[in-house]
């Protein structure tokens, strides 16, 4: 079990080692001649203007909220698939009933106009 | 067992010998033997993302009655090495005020997170990476580290486009994520094990069978979460200057090519072990080298269907894509978890193929029904900010009233 996951620990490594070597090798390779308006931010030729960290609309906000709330729910409902085969109907009606209210929650959002885009 | 028969065992006993015949003590075998193992399916995708390119190239340009690539090698076969080449010697040029260790770190992640899926698939019943028994949390994991890269390159970049840009991909990766994570549920429900190896054993009939609707979301989806047509608002080339990406140059961006290629792929790949059976197949147990290849003419069959899609639909609009996730596809998803295992505990006691088809039977159902409900309230056209009605620039518009003296 525990080599499993030194498995995964080296993948990752040399997953991450290739591209940055790559990268690397190319940078070596690479003619280096920026000037000014070369390392300028690229706004299609206007001047830019102002900070980068631009205002963004709430919209953004909100989804990863939905996304938070469902992802939970999908990482408490792996274990209950998992266990699935071992349950009676009752487990199931019980996930049901999880599940529904989840449901709600979203007919909620949508009622609320909270899922549509601005 | 010969060579023939399973050629990926033949190959890793061999070189264990080999390596126990230099004088190496069995651990450094086992250790050697996984640098090498880890080192192989790390470069293999990644080269056979080239071929890829090409074979991308050549199909959409078929698709668009054109040629494609053919002037390098035979049927233009050593074009992608040219382009590589070609974009490996480019300058990288670093715009002024950007964030360095983001800036770098970002297409480096995106390929990493691409390259990690490949460790836990199992290509034949002997041939996988490892055999980790929660392999598909471990790619829904992963995956997420994509959206992490593209985050990363939003936030380093300095710069407005690539940040607007960021958070239009990051909002529709992460929203699509959902019937993804949905969907996947439905394989472990019956397989009753997040063990990939055990997930494709358990497919007597495929799941696409019993769960069809499923399996068509999940798909649908994964063209999404690679974003693709007709989801690829994340970099609409004929609309915005390419994205996230667009103070990237030479390999790094590059890089992010590669991985946005070998997802592709890698989503055929994850289609295919959950829904169409793995490497399942006549004779596949016995000899594994016919699992292998049944495996990549699933996948093979998985990829094109991507690019058809790619290569014939037109673009959504960002709110009917919105929509289409978070009302239509979400909702679904959850029903079919709720009807789904229900069916499936009231038909435990009755035959397989009864019980297959009433499981199929009420998945497609829930998708007709769900489907024209949920269509039926999404609005035609976005809503819309301020009015419609603006003032004309006529004479009595710009008339002013009479000043009455009192201050406001």
């Not at chain 2, 233009?76 to 770190?105: C, S």
């Amino acid at each position: 079990m525990l080599s499993h996951w030194l498995y995964i620990g080296v993948f990752v490594l040399v997953a991450l080692f290739l591209p940055a070597v790559a990268i690397s090798l190319a940078a070596i390779l690479a003619p280096k001649k920026p000037n000014k308006i070369k390392v300028s931010t690229y706004e299609c030729g206007m001047e830019t203007v102002g900070p980068s960290i631009a205002q963004f609309k709430v919209q953004y906000y909100v989804y990863p909220l939905f996304f938070l709330i469902f992802d939970v729910e999908a990482v408490l409902l792996f274990p209950w698939a998992v266990a699935y085969n071992q349950l009676a109907l009752y487990g199931v009606i019980e996930a049901m009933l999880f599940i529904l209210i989840l449901l709600g929650g979203l007919a909620y959002a949508w009622r609320k106009g909270a899922l549509d885009w601005r | 067992m010969s060579f023939w028969s399973d050629p990926f065992t033949a190959v890793q006993q061999w070189f264990n010998n080999l390596l126990a015949s230099i004088g190496l003590g069995p651990i450094g075998v086992q250790i050697v033997g996984m640098l090498v193992g880890v080192f192989i399916l790390a470069v293999g995708p990644m080269l056979f993302t080239i071929f890829l390119i090409w074979v991308e190239r050549k199909v959409i340009s078929h698709i668009q009655d054109r040629i494609g690539p053919n002037r390098v090698g035979p049927f233009g076969l050593f074009q992608p090495f040219a382009d590589m080449v070609k974009i490996g010697i480019k300058e990288h040029i670093t715009p002024r005020g950007t964030d360095w260790l983001p800036y770098n770190l970002s297409p480096i992640l995106a390929v990493a997170a691409v390259l990690l899926v490949w460790a836990v698939i199992p290509f034949t019943v002997t041939f996988f990476g490892v055999d980790l028994n929660v392999g598909l949390l471990f790619i829904i994991a992963v995956g997420t580290l994509g959206e992490l890269a593209i985050i990363l390159a939003g936030w380093g970049s300095n710069n407005k486009y690539a940040l607007l840009a960021m958070f239009r991909s990051v909002a529709q990766l992460i929203s699509y994520e959902i019937p993804m994570v949905l969907c996947a549920i439905v394989p472990v429900i019956l397989a009753g094990s997040l063990d990939l190896n055990d997930i494709v054993k358990a497919q007597t009939p495929w799941f696409i069978v019993t769960a069809p609707a499923t399996a068509v979301i999940f798909f649908i989806v994964s063209v999404a979460e690679i974003g693709r047509a007709p989801f690829d608002l994340t970099e609409a080339e004929s609309e915005l200057v390419s994205g996230f990406n667009i103070e990237y140059s030479g390999l790094k961006f590059g890089m992010f090519y590669v991985a946005e290629f070998l997802h592709t792929f890698t989503v055929a790949l994850i289609f295919a072990t959950l829904f169409l059976g793995g490497w399942r197949g006549p004779g596949a147990e016995q000899y594994p080298i016919l699992g292998f290849i049944y495996y990549f003419i699933k996948v093979g069959i998985t990829y094109f269907l991507l690019m058809l899609v790619d290569g014939t639909l037109p673009r959504l609009r960002i709110d009917q894509m919105m929509n289409l996730n978070w009302k239509v596809f979400t909702p679904i998803t959850l029903v079919v978890l709720v009807v789904f295992p229900l069916v499936d505990k009231l038909m435990a006691d009755t035959a397989t193929w009864l019980r297959v088809i009433a499981l199929a039977g009420s998945n497609m159902l829930i998708l007709f029904i769900g489907e024209r409900i949920t269509t039926s309230r999404l609005p035609r056209n976005p809503a819309e900010v301020g009015s419609r009605e603006r003032p004309v620039a006529r004479p009595e518009n710009f008339a002013t009233e009479p000043d009455t003296g009192v201050r406001r």
